[in-house]
């Protein structure tokens, strides 16, 4: 339990000092929070998959998404938002119809799950 304390005391300071700097938006806040999260938990699967006392038919698995927590959070710090709503916007002036259908598509699959609740 002091574990997930100390952790929400770190993300709130990472947003904090984000926040007083004006360096960043409110979504760059969140990415790097995000980012941040995903690579704590790679570190802890790799530190896992290291330990000599895991099962050793598991440390390989371990290793494995370890690796592939870390390209994600890569992946979530270099996301350039702001590219990729003008390319969403420009679909849309392009082709109306299907991003209507996509939308519509979309919002009956999370209608369907949340009613299954």
Known sequence: MEKNNT????????????Q???KSTGFGN?????ADKLHKAAEAIGEKAADPD???GMA?????ISGWLDQSAEYVRQFDYEQADA??????????GRSLLIAG???LM???MLRRR
């Open 7 to 18: 952790e929400v005391d770190d993300t709130e300071e990472t947003a904090a000092s984000f």
């Open 20 to 22: 007083g700097s004006g």
């Open 30 to 34: 969140v990415k790097t929070v995000i």
């Open 54 to 56: 895991a099962q050793s």
């Open 60 to 64: 390989p698995y371990g290793n494995q």
């Open 87 to 96: 390319r969403v916007r420009e679909y849309v002036r392009q082709k109306p």
């Open 105 to 107: 598509g979309i919002g």
């Open 110 to 112: 999370i209608g369907a």
